[in-house]
T-cell receptor
Framework: AQSVTQPDIHITVSEGASLELRCNYSYGATPYLFWYVQSPGQGLQLLLKYFSGDTLVQGIKGFEAEFKRSQSSFNLRKPSVHWSDAAEYFCAVGAPGGYQKVTFGIGTKLQVIP | DAGVTQSPTHLIKTRGQQVTLRCSPKSGHDTVSWYQQALGQGPQFIFQYYEEEERQRGNFPDRFSGHQFPNYSSELNVNALLLGDSALYLC??????????FGPGTRLTVL
């Protein structure tokens, strides 16, 4: 069965600092991987996705993620964090076909301090 | 263009009652998925509807059922509510198997 581990429940960074959120997945075949962001009172918004091809994927809001098959990881990065990035971030893995039966991680809550 | 809408926003029920949550998909979308997000957890897939049929189902008991109407809107029904059913229920719509767009959710509290 597919699963996702986000080892950091809560991360605090200073505004302007770089950010890396960790994600490890378990899936028997080539995974379909996603990062979503959820702001308070909002639904989930897709930041980026990896289906195949280039292992470094670019997303919205200046985020990127790198797929490393050997490490079963799909870490999210941003070079310079803005206060508006404070939110909860979810890594997810989907069954073949992409957006089907998506399994989410527990989430990482990002706090940004001035 | 309205995105995915859900109603009601909040709901309070007591144990044993039944509840119906509603979802209107984004314009042009024909597929609706439902997720349960308990406090401090990630969303968990309940089921997905396409062409008015349940296409996929997650690991949820039969107390959770759904329906999709000809206009693609959907309902999630939960019978015999338990305290553990308290959660944010998210609806996501898509055009078949393409990218899902999520609604803001319905917060269900079971007392």
């Amino acid at each position: 069965a597919q699963s996702v581990t986000q080892p950091d429940i809560h991360i605090t960074v200073s505004e302007g600092a770089s950010l890396e959120l960790r994600c490890n997945y378990s899936y028997g075949a080539t995974p379909y991987l996603f990062w979503y962001v959820q702001s308070p009172g909002q639904g989930l918004q897709l930041l980026l996705k990896y289906f195949s091809g280039d292992t470094l994927v670019q997303g919205i809001k200046g985020f990127e993620a790198e797929f490393k098959r050997s490490q079963s990881s799909f870490n999210l990065r941003k070079p310079s964090v803005h206060w508006s990035d404070a939110a909860e971030y979810f890594c997810a893995v989907g069954a073949p076909g992409g957006y089907q039966k998506v399994t989410f991680g527990i989430g990482t809550k990002l706090q940004v301090i001035p | 263009d309205a995105g995915v809408t859900q109603s009601p926003t909040h709901l309070i029920k007591t144990r044993g009652q039944q509840v119906t949550l509603r979802c209107s998909p984004k314009s042009g979308h024909d597929t609706v998925s439902w997720y349960q997000q308990a406090l401090g957890q990630g969303p968990q897939f309940i089921f997905q509807y396409y062409e008015e049929e349940e296409r996929q189902r997650g690991n949820f008991p039969d107390r959770f059922s759904g329906h999709q109407f000809p206009n693609y809107s959907s309902e999630l029904n939960v019978n015999a509510l338990l305290l553990g059913d308290s959660a944010l229920y998210l609806c996501a719509s898509s055009f078949n198997r393409d990218e899902q767009f999520f609604g803001p959710g319905t917060r269900l509290t079971v007392l």
